[in-house]
Nanobody, 116 residues
Framework: QVQLVEFGGGLVQPGGSLRLSCTAS????????MAWYRQAPGKQRELVAA???????NYAAFVQGRFTISRDNAKNTVYLQMNSLKPEDTAVYYC??????????WGQGTQVTVSS
């Protein structure tokens, strides 16, 4: 299983941008599908965006057009570019690896806070 470490969270004003990174180690990164989830206080964890091993992407409706997921297999890293951030985007963001349709590993999470 790959081990995942997220970077890039922080405090940003509404309308601002952040880029999250998730670096994998201990496996063959390029064969994994990857995803970003988030969990706000008192809410269930929800899918934000996903990217397959062949770089096909899909997004939750609530981030469509604002967030972009991408991957760099040479760097074993998946990114989440977040633009036009809203207070309701405040959550802990988690990186997830998937193989054969099943979740394989999670990162420790990184806090994103959108507030003025």
């Amino acid at each position: 299983q790959v081990q995942l470490v997220e970077f890039g969270g922080g405090l940003v004003q509404p309308g601002g941008s952040l880029r999250l990174s998730c670096t994998a180690s201990g496996g063959i990164f390029m064969i994994y599908a990857m995803a970003w989830y988030r969990q706000a206080p008192g809410k269930q964890r929800e899918l934000v965006a996903a990217i397959t091993s062949s770089s096909s992407t899909n997004y939750a409706a609530f981030v469509q057009g604002r967030f972009t997921i991408s991957r760099d297999n040479a760097k074993n890293t998946v990114y989440l570019q977040m633009n036009s951030l809203k207070p309701e985007d405040t959550a802990v963001y988690y990186c997830n690896s998937r193989l054969g349709g099943a979740s394989r590993s999670w990162g420790q999470g990184t806090q994103v806070t959108v507030s003025s």
